[in-house]
């Protein structure tokens, strides 16, 4: 999968990238991070990328010139993908760049935005089924909004705050989608217990010592027995989600002996 990044500040994004799975990941040819500089797509002398906002107020506007040039460049919707035109970090460079998929496909174009809709599993699941994104980092008071008309394709949210940048939002979309690709946990299985993933907060982990400060790892756990050892994961998936995100529950898919055990939590 090829991650495209367009942002005014491509150095907030090599230590994150470099680092543990999303490294390997990249070694390994799983996923394609490239980071697109939008001031390289000015062509004034003083490589200007915001301007004073029409109408007053305080802070600046991302102007849309450079950001429709880069994503239109790099993604080829009006343009031909020309590689020569791109500057990827050189932390990323030397990673060997695919012919992008398909230049005409539907590559989701996402606006970074605290207004979007909010991320979650099920977005970074829907995300992850595509062969390539496009993620535009805003910065300042925003972008001009004829970037979130015409260009973008969809926005997301992290979460109703606001950051400075988009960069950050960026990196946790890469993270949480890379993650959900073929091979990139060690562990095979590794994502499908996961917290959201199945629609319930994951149970709780325990590792050695079997005893720390008096303070006992559950005897099952120990006890070899994978039949009870399932069992008693599914039920505190279930009452961790039932105590901390009853909500969930509502659209979790539950058996019958999950509804019998929520039941039994109701009562006690
Ligand atoms: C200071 S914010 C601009 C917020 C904008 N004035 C508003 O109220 O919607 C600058 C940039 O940070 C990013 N950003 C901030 N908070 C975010 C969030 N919760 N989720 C995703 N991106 C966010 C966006 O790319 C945004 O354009």
């Known amino acids: 999968m090829q991650f495209e990044v367009f942002t005014l500040l491509p150095e907030v994004f090599p230590s994150y990238l470099d680092t543990s799975i999303i490294k390997r990941a990249r070694e390994r040819g799983l996923i394609h ?16 990328t ?13 102007k849309p010139d450079p950001v429709f040039e880069a994503v239109e460049t790099v993604i080829g919707l009006n ?3 020309n590689d020569s035109l791109e500057e ?4 990323v460079r030397d990673e060997a ?34 062969p390539r994104i ?19 394709t969809d926005e997301i949210s992290i979460g109703d705050f606001v950051l400075t940048g988009g960069e950050l939002p960026a990196l946790i979309l890469i993270d949480a989608i890379a993650r959900l690709l073929p091979d990139v946990l060690g562990d095979p ?7 959201h993933a199945m ?26 027995d994978h039949a009870k050892i399932d069992k008693w994961r599914r039920q505190q998936a279930l009452e961790r989600t039932f105590k901390k995100r009853p909500d969930m529950l509502e659209k979790a898919e539950l058996t019958k002996e999950d509804l019998k055990f929520i039941q039994k939590l109701k009562s006690s």
Request: proline share 10%.
């Open 33 to 48: 991070v490239r980071v697109h500089n939008i001031r390289d797509y000015t062509h004034d002398k003083h490589h200007m």
């Open 134 to 152: 496009a993620l535009i980092c805003g910065r300042y008071e925003g972008i001009d909004e004829r970037i979130r008309e015409h260009l973008v």
């Open 199 to 224: 629609g319930l907060l994951e149970y709780p982990h325990y590792t050695r010592p079997p005893e720390f400060r008096g303070w006992k790892a559950p005897d099952i756990l120990l006890s070899g």
């Open 50 to 62: 915001d301007d004073t906002p029409y109408g007053g107020g305080g802070g600046m506007v991302m």
């Open 79 to 81: 343009t031909h993908f």
């Open 88 to 91: 990827p970090l050189d932390s």
């Open 97 to 130: 760049i695919p012919t992008p998929p398909n230049p005409d496909s539907n590559i989701p174009i996402i606006l970074l935005t605290p207004q979007g809709r909010v991320f979650n599993q099920t977005i970074a699941q829907e995300l992850s089924a595509h």
């Open 189 to 195: 299985t590794g994502a499908q217990d996961d917290s």
